[in-house]
Structures are given as structure tokens and as C-alpha cells.
């Protein structure tokens, strides 16, 4: 009781940084009161934990942040939250987000921004932004994202804490609100990487109702407990990239520097497709958006407009009325790409390059353990500097949707201080599905 009315307070006290949306304070507290009188206690006994406004909790509000689903309640609960609640976690409340999960600023929201927690002129990153600053801020002790194309990791990045984004598969997509079906992934965001692995081994595994959910949970593939060598590749493409920040690039560098005193074998390893990874993601997740959003047309969700004359017209005014414009911008990209006549031209090429990236990463896993890259190539920006220019604010998640296309787990890490003063991350990236040795070796690091 006592951990949740602390939260609450912490809640009530950044209010302004418009973290949540909703806030279940008396629930939380009976469920509180509830759990101390079991006398069974689960592996997340009491931890406070907040959801992602696109995860579903049965009997509540979930609305993506869009207004098209404004006063929907979940039916059901998405799978990872059963699993939390089965282990005695409290759900705190649902975070504000980009509408859909698609941004990289947390400004695309219904609900407005949420902002940054060191610096109120900045943005959290996106679009689990409201999840990190709630972590960051002491709101709840643990958050669960969505990362279809680097929503954890940068939202992470930009705050200072520790976000993982598993490998495809790994968690079950069952009650996260669709964007891109092929990328989604249900994330994790917490202080320290010891936080993030039990909530992965209570959330992870096979689920009947998810068919992509793998069969098996994450393994232990490591031989001994003790601190081992390993071989991590970086791509001088990245750390050199003309868009990213130098002194970001420079902490990077001396990164690399420091793991090899430690005994580390770190390595360059060219990577040609660096400049055709955000059109392929583009074109396909907008494609999969489309498609996926298609379903809400103001009857089965949410707020629909008054009377119309015919119903392609109720339609119209439905969706013109409930959606954000980047989000009609997706719907109408991904139309495009799938149009016929411009199908073969972008969805099918996007296909093969999507391929040819995943068969390059599963080569260079062949020689090393891990990646090692930056999450973003500047800190968080201003409110508003990104907004203006969706082509630049694509161009910025250059370097985490790269573990979306392949399904790989990735993990950004909170070892950077820019002279700023605001924090930066390191990403961390490895093969299949690593994550157990990917959490060992990163809990080193911190
Ligand atoms: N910036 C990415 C996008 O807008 C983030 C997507 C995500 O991970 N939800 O598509």
C-alpha cells in the first residue's frame, strides 16, 4: 500500500509532465490491500507497474492515445498483463503515447505531449514516452512499452533509463493494439537491467492466442555465471553517420575503447544497407498500419459521428474525425505502397531488402555476440523542433528500427551524459533469441 501511495504522490507531484492518461489510484490501493492478505506471493508481488494506453486491461479504458477510440473498454486483457497480475503486480495506470504508437516524440497524442523529465522545453522521445517518464520519475517501478520500430529503446534513451525491446515472438502481441504486425513487440522499461529480466521471464513464452508467439521461453544459453568474453561488432557506417550529434559519437567511441580494457573483443563490421533501412521500414509498417487499421470505421470502436446521409459518408466523417493527421498520413502511404501498379515497385522491394537484412544479420551473428550501436543520433529535441518535418523525424530512427525488420531483442542503456546534461543511451543488440545472455552481459555494463 505504502509503494502505491508513493507512486500516486510522485503522479500527483508531475502532473504536468502529462505521463498518464488514466490513473487507477483507488483500484491500485484495494489491490494493494488484497495481495498483503494472501498469503501466497507471487514473483511480482506489490511491484507497481504502469501499461502503454495501447496494451489492453480488461474492464478499462484503452484508447492508443487517438480519439477514434475514445470511451472504448478492453473486453479482455492483453496476455502480458494476465501474466503480471498472476504474479501480483499492481497496474497503476495507462501512459500517454503517440496515437498508435507512431512517433518518435510523444507529440502525436490525443492527449497532448508528454514531456520531458529533466527539461519541460523537450520532448520524452516516442512513442512510449509517457512509459519512460513515469519509470524515470518514480510513478510506477515498471513500464510496459510497445516497440515496433524503436518506442522503447529511444523513449529510454532520451530519459535516462533501461529499455528492452525482446525478439519477435518472445512476448505475446495478444491485446497490444496492432501498428505493424510484423514488428510489434510488447517492451519493457525499468531503472536497471535486473528489473527488466524478471518482468521478462513472468511476461515472456508461448501463448495460444498469438500463432508468431514462439513456443519457448528465453533460455540461458551461457555457460557459467562468471563474467566471459565476448565478441561484439559495431558498424562504422552508424558511429560515423553524417546526421548523428559528434559528441555522441565520440562517448560511443571511447565506449568501444573501454570494453576492450575490460577484455573484450569489439570489432568494425561493414553494413552496406545502412541507407535503405528506414524507407523498407516505412514502406512496410505503414503498409501493415493500413491495413491494420482499417477496422476502425466508427461501429465496431469507439466515437462515432452523428447521422450521415449514406454510410461511405459515416465512414468518412468517422475516420477524418478520429484520426491524427500523422496517422492519416500512414494509412494514406501504406494505401499507396499497396496499391496496385506501385506494389511490385515499393511492398514487394521492401520485402527483399527486409530479407537481404535478415540474412546479413544472421552472418554477422555467426561471428559475434553482440551489436553495439547508438539508439538516435541527437539527445531529445525541443518540443516542436521534429514535429514540423516527418521526413527528419524518420530519418531519426535510423539506428533502432534495424532490430524490428531482423527480430532481434535490443536494450538501450543509460551510460552516457552529454555536456548538456541530458542523458543518452547505448543500444545493445543480440542474435535470435538472446535475450538471457543479452541481460548478462548488459547487467555487467551498468
Ligand atoms: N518512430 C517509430 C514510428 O513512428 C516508432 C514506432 C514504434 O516503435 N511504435 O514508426
Known amino acids: 500500500k505504502q509503494a502505491v501511495q ?10 504536468e509532465l502529462n505521463a498518464f492518461i488514466e490513473v487507477f489510484a483507488e483500484e491500485a490501493i484495494e489491490r494493494a490491500l488484497f495481495l ?10 506489490g511491484v507497481v507497474i504502469g501499461i502503454k494506453d495501447n496494451i489492453c486491461y480488461k474492464d478499462h479504458k484503452v484508447s492508443a492515445a487517438s480519439r477514434i477510440l475514445e470511451g472504448f473498454t478492453s473486453l479482455y486483457s492483453a496476455t502480458a498483463v494476465e501474466r503480471l497480475l498472476a504474479e501480483g503486480a499492481i497496474i497503476i495506470g495507462r501512459q500517454n503515447c503517440d496515437e498508435f504508437g507512431m512517433g518518435s516524440t510523444n507529440e502525436n497524442s490525443a492527449y497532448g505531449p508528454t514531456l520531458h523529465p529533466d527539461d519541460h522545453s523537450r520532448v520524452p522521445g516516442g512513442s512510449s514516452g509517457g512509459s519512460a517518464v513515469a519509470v524515470k520519475k518514480g510513478m510506477c517501478m515498471v513500464s510496459l512499452g510497445s516497440d515496433t520500430g524503436g518506442s522503447v529503446r529511444l523513449p529510454a534513451d532520451y530519459c535516462g533509463i533501461v529499455g528492452l525491446k525482446p525478439g519477435y515472438g518472445t512476448v505475446s502481441r495478444h491485446g ?13 522499461l525499468a531503472n536497471n537491467v535486473a ?3 524478471i518482468v521478462l521471464d513472468v511476461i515472456s513464452g508461448p501463448d495460444d492466442f498469438d500463432s508468431t508467439a514462439l513456443p519457448a521461453k528465453p533460455t540461458n544459453t551461457q555457460q557459467s555465471d562468471k563474467e566471459e568474453k565476448f565478441r561484439i561488432a559495431y558498424f562504422p557506417e552508424w ?3 553524417p546526421s548523428i550529434d559528434p559528441e555522441i559519437s565520440v562517448q560511443i567511441r571511447k565506449y568501444i575503447e573501454k570494453l ?14 545502412t541507407e535503405y533501412i528506414v524507407p523498407t521500414y516505412y514502406i512496410l509498417t505503414t503498409a501493415e498500419a493500413s491495413s491494420n487499421l482499417s477496422r476502425y470505421d466508427g461501429i465496431r470502436y469507439g466515437k462515432s459521428a452523428g447521422e450521415t446521409e449514406d454510410l461511405a459518408s459515416f465512414y468518412r466523417s468517422n475516420r477524418a474525425h478520429g484520426f491524427g493527421k500523422e496517422v492519416k498520413r500512414r494509412i494514406m502511404l501504406g494505401t499507396f505502397v499497396l496499391s496496385s501498379g506501385y506494389y511490385d515497385a515499393y511492398y514487394t522491394k521492401a520485402q527483399q531488402v527486409r530479407q537481404q537484412l535478415y540474412q546479413q544479420t544472421r552472418l554477422i551473428f555467426n561471428d559475434f555476440d553482440f551489436i553495439i550501436a547508438p ?6 529535441p525541443l518540443l516542436g523542433e521534429k514535429n514540423k518535418d516527418p521526413l527528419a523525424m524518420y530519418m531519426g530512427d535510423i539506428f533502432t528500427v534495424f532490430a524490428n525488420l531482423t527480430g532481434i531483442p535490443a536494450i538501450s542503456l543509460p551510460v552516457f551524459k552529454h555536456s548538456s546534461n541530458l542523458p543518452f543511451g547505448l543500444q545493445v543488440a543480440a542474435g535470435g533469441q538472446n535475450e538471457v545472455s543479452l541481460l548478462r552481459f548488459t547487467h555487467q555494463l551498468m
Open 6 to 15: 508513493s507512486c500516486l504522490f510522485l503522479i500527483e507531484q508531475f502532473k
Open 36 to 45: 498483503d492478505s494472501q498469503e501466497v506471493k507471487g514473483k511480482l508481488h
Open 176 to 188: 497490444l493494439i496492432a501498428y505493424g504486425s510484423s514488428f510489434d513487440q510488447i517492451g519493457i
Open 195 to 197: 528489473d527488466v529480466a
Open 239 to 241: 558511429i560515423n553517420h
Open 260 to 273: 576492450e580494457a575490460m577484455g573484450q573483443e569489439v570489432k568494425p563490421v561493414s553494413f552496406d544497407l
Open 375 to 380: 539508439n538516435a543520433p541527437t539527445i531529445a
